[in-house]
């Protein structure tokens, strides 16, 4: 390396250390963007000098859904293989905050001192990052709407991966979600090696096709997807009768792994980890052990005790997550465990500005099961309509419904409403989930 590199890399790590630390010290969040904007800036050859020095691999992680949950667990089961492991935990997938995150574990000479690298990467600025770096392995995890406004369709996406993944080293090993047939289709047209996860366990079919499925049509041909059952939103055992697309022979059996994280969502982020894990050549007993010991990520299935009562926050930012939170807040509800039910909608950056999509989500389900919901957030008007509306389909006038503009109040009024020995379930958007967490905790993440 030149002498001036050497000089530009001293200084983009020195400052991005101090403006870490300021940041933090004064309580102004995470420092898990900022810091990297600057040494960005400073040099902007930062992010793949900073690739290169990963010792073992680079593992990119992106999906609409569970890319925290999974990178944890994955990051849990390699370090409990003894292995060193840097990773965005903070949750900033994009690249600024991938800089910061790599930036964290370097030394003043910019060395990174790092067995993996875990990067959650956000999905529409992933073919961004693969100019940058060459990963070892890729794990896509799914393909949902999210946020229209910011990424348009699943198709778009898709393509975008694929030019951007082809043109890799074949030496990267890519690993997709068989049960997505947009993902499958992807996998079947790389040069790389891609390996397949999925489910395999008739038992956990939903009893319809729900409103928000994105996938229903042959990625070949465009005729529609015959479905022998589907697990959640377009993720299912499929085959198209058109032509010879079909779901491709997975290389995990799910019906081998356990889970200690409600959801079937979860069952998958589960998978997902296990066959990155085992493709590193990690032992199936410090896995499983792994998987059966993990505890969840803040936000995503998180369990708190808030003065003796038990509550469990389940994000849900787009319409397949939030159809999956209900679904398992029915399961708890359908075992008598669970009354009461807060939902937070939010319509900020992190959030998308666009709340439309509350309306591909199924909230009659959770109207059905009667009880107390309450509402709040900075659109609480718009899912309190929406929470009507299925009430009016429904006819079902024997819900408590609580509308309470101010979350605090609002959090309040549903811990009251909680049954003894009973669990509170949150269902928020992102930066209501931070709020929420702020209020129950006093701690504050960004």
Not at 142 to 149: A, S
């Amino acid at each position: 390396m030149k002498l001036l590199d050497r000089a530009r890399l001293g200084l983009a790590v020195a400052i991005t250390k101090i403006v870490t630390a300021m940041i933090q010290k004064l309580r102004l969040g995470a420092g898990s963007v900022l810091p990297g904007e600057i040494s960005r800036r400073l040099h902007p050859r930062l992010l793949p000098l900073l690739c290169s020095q990963v010792r073992e691999g680079m593992i990119l992680i992106v999906g609409t859904n569970g890319k925290t949950t999974t990178s944890l667990l994955l990051r849990s089961i390699l370090e409990g293989n003894g292995a060193k492991v840097t990773h965005n935990a903070t949750g900033a997938n994009l690249i600024n905050g991938l800089i910061t995150a790599l930036l964290a574990d370097t030394n003043l000479l910019g060395r990174l001192n790092t067995d993996y690298a875990i990067l959650e990467v956000d999905e529409n600025i992933f073919p961004l990052l693969l100019k940058e770096c060459d990963p070892t392995i890729i794990l896509g995890l799914n393909l949902f709407r999210d946020q229209l406004d910011r990424y348009g369709e699943v198709d778009t996406i898709s393509e975008k991966w694929q030019s951007a993944i082809a043109r890799l080293s074949q030496s990267t090993t890519v690993i997709l979600n068989g049960d997505d047939p947009t993902l499958c289709h992807l996998g079947q047209s790389l040069p790389q090696t891609v390996l397949f996860f999925g489910l395999n366990e008739p038992q956990l079919y939903l009893e319809e096709i729900p409103h928000a499925v994105d996938s229903i049509y042959c990625p070949v041909c465009g005729a529609s997807l015959n479905y022998q059952g589907v697990y959640l939103s377009h993720l299912g055992d499929y085959h198209c009768s058109s032509c010879d697309f079909t779901k491709v022979k997975l290389d995990i059996n799910s019906q081998d792994w356990g889970q200690i994280l409600v959801g079937v969502y979860n069952k998958y982020n589960t998978l997902a980890a296990a066959l990155t894990a085992q493709t590193l050549d990690i032992s199936q007993s410090l896995i499983q052990y792994k998987i059966e010991t993990f505890r969840a990520a803040f936000g995503r299935a998180e369990e708190l005790n808030i003065k003796g009562t038990p509550v469990r926050i389940l994000l849900s930012k787009n319409p397949v997550g939030m159809n999956e939170t209900i679904r398992t807040v029915n399961e708890i509800k359908a075992q008598g465990q669970a009354e009461t039910v807060l939902l937070v909608l939010n319509d900020r950056a992190p959030d998308g500005t666009d709340v439309s999509w509350i309306w591909d989500v199924d909230t009659e389900k959770l109207v059905a099961q009667g009880g107390t919901i309450v509402i709040s957030g900075d659109r609480v008007y718009d899912m309190a309509l929406r929470i009507q509306y299925s009430q009016k389909v429904l006819n079902y006038p024997n819900l408590n419904l609580i509308i309470k503009e101010n979350l605090k109040q609002a959090v309040d009024t549903a811990l009251k409403a909680t049954p003894p020995q009973h669990t509170l379930h949150i269902l928020p958007t992102y930066s209501a989930m931070l709020e929420v967490r702020q209020l129950l905790t006093g701690r504050k993440i960004q």
